[in-house]
């Protein structure tokens, strides 16, 4: 629960329905917008858009990613015929995106709107309040021409309707805008206020007639705003980041941890490495990642995981098998074992031996495999029965014939790392 | 055990601003979190604190007195439903420990930090919007004001006061050292590292002073600084431990702080996170405002940026704990600080709980079961799980067996167990049992009460036939005895035979009830021992006079025996349930279903309440009562 980014498209739609609640009724965002992913038939769009036909376009995608016409991902001043042939071109393609590479699937269509200045404005939470940015030098990146921003702070406590915002903007406003901008600018942090935004970005916005025109939205929502909120935002996705492909094994775990109150989480780094970590709880994890990187063992790290919130049994067990599966598939080449750290730190009040119990389960299904690609197993945990559950593992080891040391709460929390990895 | 009532408490102290939770500090619990209450009661407990930190709940559902021990020892605390009751009661509680959801937490943290008597919360909740937070962080500041958290177990103040479930087990929290003030005091942003961090320092110095973990969230209530420049001026702490994380700029503030002095003692500081770099990379946002590149944000930068005001910051944190001894060390060398002598804790009562799972202790039960369980997964009736009782289609009939005999019934018997509920189910309006019920129902009693009224007359002369008969048959057939006999000794006793006897039906004018019940048993049931008595006690009575014959109470009473006896009881199993008097069980069964159609019936009719005729009574009241001599 965080911050999360939202698609320029429902950035925009939500703009446009509550521009005149928000904003004003004088001056007008008409929010002409499409969304096209895989499954939209483009041939059908200008049936309910009728705009499509009669106005040039833009299209470009809209996967949380910025710095699209540097990317040359942008289609302007097209036709309808133009745009389909563009997107049906980029659709499904495998792209390179600054250092990642990911599938395109949604795009968005808008009118092509010609224009003189191009302006900038953005919203961005701070522990005091919120700061407002706003510059008559937008379209282009913003930290070139920092100098011409104005930043106005608005404290958490403040009421905007009191504040001068006109005054406050930068001193090459162009006079004929300065009350709209005024007046945009306070309808827009209202709007962010009110929705939960935590950050807002329009770079550029233009002025065409009696309308501004958003071009350009960039936005993340406090979804810890959901209770409040969740009614004005409508059907929200918040969409995974560009160019994160889960392989089976970490979609499954996905799953398993969507579907369940406990947290599993399994980042596949190198299936090739030879340690692997099954860490109870989230800065424990972190932590024994960290040190694996830190003592100098970054090419034998194969995975991060987590497992947390009380999972049952089976749900242990399931993520056990996922891990053991993937890292129990071919032998290290030079015949090197590997390492299973079960680590962890003290517990507060889960039962340690409990914990355990689908851990065991699936060691004894690996038995075999876990022989043959010579994995040594550490155990570190403390917490209530830590003493029984240590017990539980060390008695499989002998049981199972593979090495199990275990550690409590007096062997500090990652000494297992170098036990494992400080004999090579 | 003694119940001591904790109403009233001393004043909790004067204390300097830089402590916000010592020994003396009293407490206003909001949430019921009644396990979380006993670890503060039991942390109090054994840091030998004169009183109970706890000394008011706030429940906004529930008032009244919540029980909880005090050692071994029982107390009351005092449960109120809203915050200004708990504060009026308890103005010395000048720390909220707040349980509320993450959708209430807010409105009840405002609250209590607008009241004057609060000095400091601690919002345990996950999930509050950061906009509220931050309306939060504004009052606090301008009221000088601490909030610890959201999104946190809390903290503690070793040998004085634990917020909520900080530190875990008691054993754990001895192994810690925590029951006695130590004179290291940490700071760390995530909670579950805490008790980490608390063990950590207790192997390497003199232990913890004190620990606040300011929770996960991106705008926590109070900040490293804030923490750091308290223990800064806080005499009795002799140096500090910082675990921060990747992500955010907060840490900066206290490097800031040793860089311009302000903060002097010695400091070990990690923040973890170090691993960000190896993972994929993902695109970044078009960044605008945020001037403060991500580079400072990430781990690395911020533990080299530590090193260089000089903090000790371990190479990782595998010796982060090295660290801290190290500092330590130095310190004690230095003469600077005289190391604290540890502390023997009082003894604990281990939890009845925790000591039987640990098989340390016993107990005889008060009560034995043996016919279901619904503690596991699924309930089970004589240890079959209700979805096979589905699946397999046991019936009514199959479950009766499992509840009142413990046994898996054959077909025949599952099948007889039905038709008796289904022939027993109702005999009219007007015998006494459904007539009852139909009047208590027309006096407006509930269905339970109108029932129950009927039920009550079920006895020697009403329904009572099917026990009556299966205990007349069974006491003269398991005797030894002949049917003639059976008739002229009841006879002579002038008893009537129970079961025997119609109204209306005779030989000639058979009961087809009965007839289909003996002829079902005669092909089905293995032994109709007692059925075939009773008939041989009919053709004797018949012979008598033409309606005494077997009458369906009679001989579902038999043929129960029967069946009892053709699944493995034996005849002297048969008595014992004829005199524990479990044959009415079929029934008082049966005739609820009946019973209870009546009452519907009645209440759907919107029946008024039943006033019996005036001239359907005779009245013989004498003139003047009888004078006792």
């Keep these: ?424 | 055990m003694e119940a001591i009532t904790v109403t009233k408490t001393k004043k909790s102290g004067k204390r300097p601003d830089y402590i916000i939770m010592d020994k003396n500090t009293k407490a206003i619990i909001f949430g019921f979190q009644t396990r979380a209450i006993q670890r503060m009661l039991d942390f109090d407990y054994i840091c030998r604190r004169e009183e109970p930190s706890v000394v008011v709940i706030v429940n906004p559902t529930r008032d009244g007195m919540h029980k909880c021990f005090w050692g071994t020892k029982e107390i009351l605390i005092p449960m109120v439903r809203t915050l200004k009751e708990a504060t009026k009661m308890h103005p010395e509680a000048d720390f909220m420990v707040n349980f509320a959801s993450f959708r209430s937490a807010y409105q009840t943290s405002k609250e209590a930090l607008e009241t004057k008597t609060i000095r400091s919360v601690a919002i345990i909740a996950e999930g509050l919007p950061e906009q509220r937070t931050k309306e939060l962080i504004k009052i606090a500041k301008e009221k000088n004001k601490w909030i610890i958290g959201p999104a946190t177990v809390g903290g503690i103040a070793a040998g004085g006061f634990r917020i909520g479930n900080t530190a875990g087990q008691l054993d754990n929290i001895v192994a810690s050292k925590l029951h006695r003030q130590g004179s290291v005091a940490y700071v760390s942003k995530s909670g579950g590292l805490s008790n980490e961090l608390n063990n950590i320092i207790a192997m390497t110095t003199d232990g913890v002073y004190e620990g606040v973990a300011i929770g996960g969230d991106r705008y926590p209530g109070s900040t490293f600084i804030d923490h750091m420049m308290r223990y800064e001026k806080n005499p009795d702490i002799k140096m500090t431990v910082l675990l921060g994380e990747v992500g955010g700029t907060d840490e900066y503030e206290v490097i800031d702080a040793i860089k311009k002095g302000r903060i002097k003692k010695p400091v070990v500081a990690w923040c973890i996170g170090t691993c960000s770099k190896v993972f994929p990379a993902e695109v970044q946002f078009g960044h605008a405002g945020a001037r403060a590149g991500a580079e400072r944000e990430t781990a690395d930068v911020k533990n080299k940026a530590f090193k260089d005001v000089g903090v000790y910051v371990p190479k990782s944190f595998d010796d982060f704990d090295k660290q801290i001894e190290k500092a330590y060390t130095k310190l004690v060398k230095s003469g600077k600080h005289k190391p604290i002598p540890d502390v023997e804790p009082p003894i604990i009562p281990l939890d009845y709980e925790v000591a039987l799972k640990q098989g340390m202790i016993r107990k005889p039960a008060s009560f034995i079961s043996t016919i279901s369980d619904d503690r596991g997964e699924e309930l089970r009736y004589c240890g079959v799980t209700i979805s096979r009782i589905f699946e397999e289609k046991w019936g009514l009939g199959g479950v009766i067996g499992l509840l009142w005999f413990k046994k898996n019934l054959p077909a025949w018997a599952r099948e007889f167990i039905e038709r008796v509920v289904l022939l027993t189910a109702d005999h009219g309006p007007a015998v006494s049992g459904a007539h009852n019920s139909i009047i208590a129902s027309r006096a407006g009693k509930d269905l339970i009460s109108s029932l129950v009224s009927g039920l009550l007359t079920i006895g020697p002369r009403f329904g009572g036939a099917v026990q009556g008969s299966a205990n007349h048959f069974t006491k003269y057939l398991y005797a030894g005895e002949e049917p003639s006999f059976m008739v002229t000794d009841m006879k002579s006793k002038n008893v009537n035979i129970q079961g025997i006897g119609h109204r209306i039906k005779s030989v000639t004018n058979p009961d087809v009830r009965v007839t289909i019940m003996v002829d079902f048993a005669k092909k089905n049931f293995p032994v109709t021992e007692t059925l075939d008595y009773a008939l041989s006690v009919e053709e004797l009575t018949t012979s008598k006079r033409n309606n005494l014959i077997l009458n369906v109470d009679g001989c579902i009473g038999v043929l129960c025996c029967d069946m009892l006896r053709g699944i493995g009881y034996s005849r002297d199993e048969v008595r014992e349930f004829v005199d524990l008097g479990i044959l009415n069980a079929f029934f008082v069964l049966g005739r609820s279903i009946g019973f209870m159609g009546h009452i519907m019936d009645q209440k759907r009719l919107k029946s008024r309440l039943y006033r019996h005729p005036w001239d359907d009574i005779e009245y013989m009241m004498p003139d003047k009562p009888e004078k006792v001599k």
Excluded: C
């Design chain 1, 1 to 424: 629960m965080a911050q999360r980014g939202i698609r320029e498209y429902d950035g925009k739609k939500m703009l446009a329905k509550y521009w005149t609640d928000y904003i004003s009724k004088d001056f007008k965002f008409p929010g002409k917008i499409v969304l096209v992913d895989p499954k939209t038939k483009l041939d059908d769009l200008p049936k309910k858009h009728k705009w499509l036909k009669t106005e040039k376009l833009v299209v470009k995608p809209d996967q949380l990613f910025g710095k699209r016409g540097k990317h040359g991902l942008i289609k302007a001043n097209a036709s309808f015929t133009e745009a389909k042939k563009w997107i049906t071109e980029h659709m499904n393609k495998e792209t390179k995106v600054g250092k990642v590479t990911g599938m395109l699937t949604h795009f968005i269509i808008e009118p092509f709107v010609p224009h003189k200045g191009e302006f900038y404005v953005a919203i961005k939470s701070n522990r005091e309040g919120d700061m407002i940015y706003f510059s008559n030098h937008g379209g282009v990146d913003i930290e070139s021409v920092w100098k011409t921003v104005s930043e106005i702070q608005i404290d958490v406590d403040q009421d905007i309707n009191k504040v001068n915002i006109e005054s406050k903007l930068p001193k090459d406003t162009p006079k004929e805008h300065k009350k709209m901008f005024a007046e945009f600018t306070k309808g827009l942090y209202k709007f962010y206020r009110e929705l939960n935004y935590a950050y807002l970005e329009i770079n550029p916005f233009v002025v065409s007639g009696k309308e501004i025109i958003p071009l350009d939205l960039v936005a993340r929502i406090d979804d810890t705003g959901h209770f409040e909120s969740s009614d004005k935002w409508g059907d929200l996705t918040f969409p995974a980041p560009f160019g994160r492909k889960l392989s089976k094994e970490e979609k499954y775990v996905k799953m398993m941890d969507e579907k369940s109150g406990a947290l599993l989480k399994l980042t596949v780094l190198n299936p090739k490495g030879r340690v692997w970590t099954m860490v109870a709880g989230g800065g424990g994890s972190v932590i024994y990642t960290d040190t694996i990187v830190d003592l100098g063992y970054r090419d034998e790290l194969a995975n991060y995981g987590e497992y947390s919130g009380n999972p049952t049994t089976d749900l242990t067990y399931e993520y056990a098998k996922t891990i053991l599966d993937l890292m129990t598939r071919e032998k290290d080449p030079k015949g090197r074992p590997k390492f299973l750290l079960v680590g962890g730190g003290i517990a507060n009040f889960t039962d340690v031996a409990k914990t355990f119990t689908g851990i065991t389960m699936a060691l004894r299904d690996y038995k075999k495999k876990l022989k043959d690609t010579k994995v040594k197993i550490y155990v570190r945990r403390g917490g209530p029965n830590y003493k029984e559950g240590l017990k539980i593992m060390k008695d499989l080891g002998e049981e199972l014939g593979i090495p199990i040391d275990v550690y409590g709460p007096e062997t500090h929390m990652t000494r297992i790392v170098d036990m494992a990895l400080g004999g090579k």
